[in-house]
């Protein structure tokens, strides 16, 4: 069946990064648009950034755009997002998601109903 496991969250401090991974399986991992998606403590989720199925295009809310960069690596079928510059505002649980096909690779899409598989979060908290 299909997983995803992220990795690489904790604690850092302002202005500093994190890198975090989502471990693929089950799957055909250059078939699928995947994206990182965020939620912080008392929100909603918040789409993070998105890249196509062979890397070609990357996405990103305005937020974490030129502080955040997706990539992927489809012969290790794992998805990264290397987070710069980090802020208080990014402390939020991270999540890895794969895109449904027949939705295209339109970021982040219409709805949560385009996404059909997530892993299990990664805490990341950005702190003094």
């Known amino acids: 069946q299909v997983q995803l496991v992220e990795s690489g969250g904790g604690l850092a401090q302002p202005g500093g990064s994190l890198r975090l991974s989502c471990a693929a399986s089950g799957l055909t991992f250059n078939n699928y648009t995947m994206t990182w998606a965020r939620q912080a403590p008392g929100k909603g989720l918040e789409w993070v950034s998105g890249i196509s199925a062979d890397g070609s295009d990357t996405y990103y809310t305005d937020s974490v755009a030129g502080r955040f960069t997706i990539s992927r690596d489809n012969a290790k079928n794992t998805l990264y997002l290397q987070m710069n510059s980090l802020k208080p505002e990014d402390t939020a649980l991270y999540y890895c998601?794969?895109?449904?096909?027949?939705?295209?690779?339109?970021?982040?899409?219409?709805?949560?109903?385009?996404?059909?598989?997530w892993g299990q979060g990664t805490q990341v908290a950005v702190s003094s």
């Open positions: 998601a794969r895109k449904r096909k027949q939705y295209g690779s339109t970021w982040p899409g219409i709805g949560l109903y385009e996404y059909d598989y």
